[in-house]
């Protein structure tokens, strides 16, 4: 399951594991002018990881989810 919010300055996703095996915590996804933000909650630090990808590092991520394993160069078009 998922949800989709705009607010002022970033869209945010916010993915729940569903499931009956182990569930990891909500994953947040921030899309903001220039970067994106991914965040969750860690219960062995008690504490919220986050990591933060530039809009190109995020536009290689979306266009190797499909690729076969190997090195890419993404042209810039």
């Not at 729940?16 to 062995?44: A, H, K, M, N, W």
């Amino acid at each position: 399951m998922f949800s989709i919010e705009h607010e002022f300055d970033a869209t945010v996703v916010t993915l729940v594991d569903e499931g009956s095996s182990y569930l990891q915590e909500d994953v947040i996804v921030s899309g903001f002018e220039d970067c994106v933000t991914v965040e969750q909650y860690d219960p062995r630090t008690d504490s919220v990881q986050k990591i933060t990808l530039s809009m190109t590092q995020m536009r290689d991520l979306a266009a190797a989810i499909s690729l076969p394993e190997g090195v890419y160069v993404r042209d810039e078009d």
